[in-house]
């Protein structure tokens, strides 16, 4: 039998199950204790985020020839009545406490201040600590601001004591991603873990799929590690933590997928061993293409622009082929090892009879095979008026106080602060210029509207030449990560880049902002395309068919462009979010597609099979009526693990995963159950060409009668 010659043979064989079982101890003794060192490895400085070729990138750079990276924590008093005698006291007190800081990189021998809001009665001042970044700034920041605001306190007696600017924020977004590793491995494993005693109703069962894709997750995770520890590759928070719901998501989707087909086998299969291998070489290809599908999707993030965006190709595409790999070699031996009692309750005996034949997909199949056209032609204008819902999508990028689904103590004082201060105080415009062209770049800068007038200055601490170069501040008029603080560097570059022979660039927080906004529409419109064209290509390729795959891809595009939709309602008519980041429809989209595109594979190579067998629109009953209820499980799963990211209180995780888990159960549920089936069902063989199988239709090259599959509806 093809099956038991085939490579499903060497995994679950009588004896070589063992060595399988074996060899993944032996990686697993080995990989564990790195990968629990994948978070030491982590670069979460602001160049591996940001554009590696963008202007504000260079002057992050060649800025650390003048100073070690800082980033300022802003300590706020503010009392409307008036400041008393008692808070400069006070606040006199805290500067000298700060002064002699040097723990976890702050220099507070550089401390500024007090800077009051005015000369006379004033009623808020602020205290500028400088903070020493480098690649472990997300781990420094954090203990850092935490130390300072031990020092400061909260304030009282009507004093308000806040610690903010770019130090207070970063430490507060460091929070999030701080523990995010362990936070969605167990919301993960709690989705994973309710869903297979839903779908398996065994509690035996779920142990060995589990077990399954934790291992692939310490094994991506050491992998990822070294990668990043001696092959030059970037892991920063983002990217570990999507690592984990993908290894998760897609790991157990493909055991789901593969378990459905090994319980068929155990019916008709005495032998176990037999009934595995049969399984991984009919489900075999099907669940490699779609974990090809979803790698170089993946892969294709490397031509992007940001660097968090091309750092996150390589560490996905590790994590779904080492879950890949676990699940068709670890999972089927484990398996096998088990034996058929593993089931239990429901234990699939040999010759029972297979209860998809008169299952809820069966019936549904036989439904839409009514009216096939009528029933595609709802679907898909129901979806199209889904998408409308994208008019009120706002992916122009999301501000500090936007992005935490909270209001940590940073946004609280950023506002505080704003209210007596330039609202870009603590978050200057940083600019280098040749010496020799310094002053004149130096007035067009404070000239440029936006900028606060006499705000140039010197960084402290900074030496006042390097190679040539001069580099100082500027304070903006309007908040940092707004739309006119960006429209003002916009401004001032054209400005000085006009100077001549100044070779001026123009940096800072709000042009690392504008440069990532540029360099995300960028890589929308090159990564999409890109995605779609893999996925097509692989389609092709499994189903050897064009006008299939055609149809696959406009579904897909139509499921992403409802999901959107649908979301950008929720968020702004639900949640009430503010926005959406800039790269959020690229990573829904990466997501969606690499991911739902697996459904699709597998309903549409099933119904391949059975096409050649007897043909085509029988064929596509049958396939949802075998598929239907493992792919709903699959999604379900696959949801739950995605809506894992609404756990951290970040709102782009939380946009990201409520999109992404909304797309999939669409996808589930409407386009592949029901858009799919009813556009296969109308198109008949047709959807095979140009393979011989759209002129041949089953029966070994006879067409089968096909009237046993009403055609009404179109």
Known sequence: MTGKRGVGRLVCGPRTKWLVL???????????????????????DAASWLPGSAESTRVLEISRDFRPEQIPAIVVYARDAGLTAGD?????????????????????????GPVFDRASDPRAAQVFVPVTMDEKGWERISPAVADIRGEVGTGGGGLAVHVTGPGGTSADFAEVFEGIDST?????????VVMLLITYRSPTLLLVPLLSVIAALFTAQALVYFLAEYGGLTVNGQSAGILTVLVFGAGTDYALLLV??????????????????????????????????????MLVLLAA???????????????VA??????????????????????????????????????????????????????????????????????????????NAEAFTDKPDSIVGQEVS????????????????????????????????????????????????????????????????????????????????AVPDADAMVGGGSAALLDMDRATAHDNVLIIPLVLLVVLLILCALLRALVAPLLLIATVILSFAAALGLSALAFRHVFD?????????????????????????????????????????????????????????????????FAALGTLPSVAFAEIGFAVALGVLLDTFVVRSVLVTSLFLDMGPRVWWPHRLAREDGGGGVRKPEASVSRSGG
């Open 184 to 192: 969605l491995l167990f919301a993960a494993m709690g989705v994973v």
């Open 418 to 497: 704003a209210r007596y201060f330039p609202a870009g105080s603590g978050d200057p415009l940083v600019v280098v210029s040749d010496r020799a062209q310094a002053e004149e770049v130096g007035r067009t800068v404070a000239g440029t509207e936006g900028v606060v007038p006499d705000s140039l200055r010197l960084p402290p601490g900074a030496a006042p030449e390097a190679d040539g170069r001069v580099l100082f501040e500027a304070t903006l008029s309007d908040p940092a990560d707004s739309d006119a603080a960006q429209q003002t560097v916009e401004r001032v570059r054209d400005a000085v880049h």
């Open 260 to 297: 459905a087909r090994y319980r068929e086998e155990l019916r008709r299969h005495e032998d176990r061993h037999e009934a595995m291998a049969l399984a991984l070489h009919r489900a075999g290809p099907a669940v490699i293409a779609s974990g090809a599908t979803v790698v170089l999707s």
């Open 577 to 641: 979010y503010a926005g959406e980041t800039t790269d959020f429809p690229l990573f829904v989209f990466v997501f969606l597609v690499a991911l739902g595109i697996d459904y699709n594979i597998f309903l549409t190579t099933r119904i391949r099979e059975e096409a050649v067998r007897q043909g085509t629109r029988p064929g596509v009953v049958t396939g949802l009526a075998a598929t239907g209820a493992v792919i709903t499980s699959a999604g379900l799963v696959l949801a739950g693990t």
């Open 88 to 112: 400069r006291a006070r606040i006199a007190e805290d500067v000298r406490r700060l002064e002699q800081m040097d723990d976890h990189g702050i220099r507070g021998a550089e401390t500024q």
């Open 322 to 399: 080492v879950g890949l790999l676990a699940m068709l070699t670890l999972f089927p031996a484990l398996l096998v090892v088990f034996g058929r009692w593993i089931f239990w309750p429901v234990v699939p005996h040999f010759g029972a009879p297979d209860p998809t034949e008169r299952g809820v997909w069966a019936r549904t199949g036989r439904r839409i095979a009514r009216r096939p056209r009528t029933t595609w032609g709802v679907t898909a204008v129901v979806l199209a008026l889904c998408s409308l819902g994208l008019a009120q999508m706002r992916a122009e990028g999301i501000g």
């Open 22 to 44: 074996a060899l993944w101890l032996v990686v697993l003794f080995l990989m564990a204790p790195f990968a629990q060192k994948l978070t030491d490895a982590q670069d979460n």
């Open 305 to 319: 622009e940001m660097n968090s965006t091309s750092s996150l190709g390589p560490v996905a595409a590790i994590g």
